[in-house]
């Protein structure tokens, strides 16, 4: 398994979903890990991280608030001393027609899913930096790279954190830092608990591997790029989407 001893990570939206197992599996395998959400929300994992044995604090903060995420970054830094890892998972949809898309669903989702992105890496870059070794991983969406009708908003701010990744991973590949997106399919989470049992068969009809994705199969792969045999793998976007893009 992979070995994530000594390494601090900092995951966003960690309370439920992809970011409660990223949590769990990086404290798997070693990891100290701030979990990040709002108010208590991150209680839960943090006391199934600590009763199996691991290293967790609850962070509170709402990610569309820079200082309340830099002040859960700061928190972080203070209780553990480092952040090797950041995970910014957290995101939402708010789907609509784009004829009928309000202003405000439009800035939601990229103030969540993107904007967010970039006011939570750049408050851990310099401690990484300064200690040239980092890894960023954002956690996009297949639909950032395929489009979907009703998610123009989404698919904006998945697609834009490809972009934003790219753009970064020249910036400090140099200095021990990899920067990449872990980009999911359909994954059971409450995000697509409300498809309906007929919708969800004509979904996994249209993924090769017949199925949709577990939190755990996202997990897996965050795990990997986290670990130092990723070291040469940055600006990428892996695909976790049992094939139905290619
Ligand atoms: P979820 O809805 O179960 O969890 C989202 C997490 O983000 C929750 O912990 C929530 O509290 C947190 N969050 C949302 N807004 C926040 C805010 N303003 N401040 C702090 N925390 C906030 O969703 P899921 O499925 O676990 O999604 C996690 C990530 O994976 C999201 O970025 C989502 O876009 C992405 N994703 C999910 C897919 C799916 O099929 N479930 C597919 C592709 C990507």
Redesign the pocket.
Known sequence: MTDLRDRVAFV????????RAVAMRLAAAGASVGAC??EE?ARGVVDEIVAAGGRAEALS????SPDSLKAAVRTALDRFGRIDILVN????ARDQLLMRMKAEEWDAVIA??LTAAFTCTQAVLRPMLRQRWGRVIS?G??VGQSGNPGQANYAASKAGLIGFSKALAHEVAARGITVNVVA????E????AAIGDGAREVLAARIPAGRLGR?EDVAGAVCYLAADEASYITGQVIGVNGGMYM
């Open positions: 966003t939206g960690a309370s439920r979903g992809i970011g959400a709002r929300h903060a709402d990610v569309t998972n957290a995101g939402i969540t899913n956690v969406s297949v999911p399919g359909f994954i989470t409450d995000m697509t939190p």
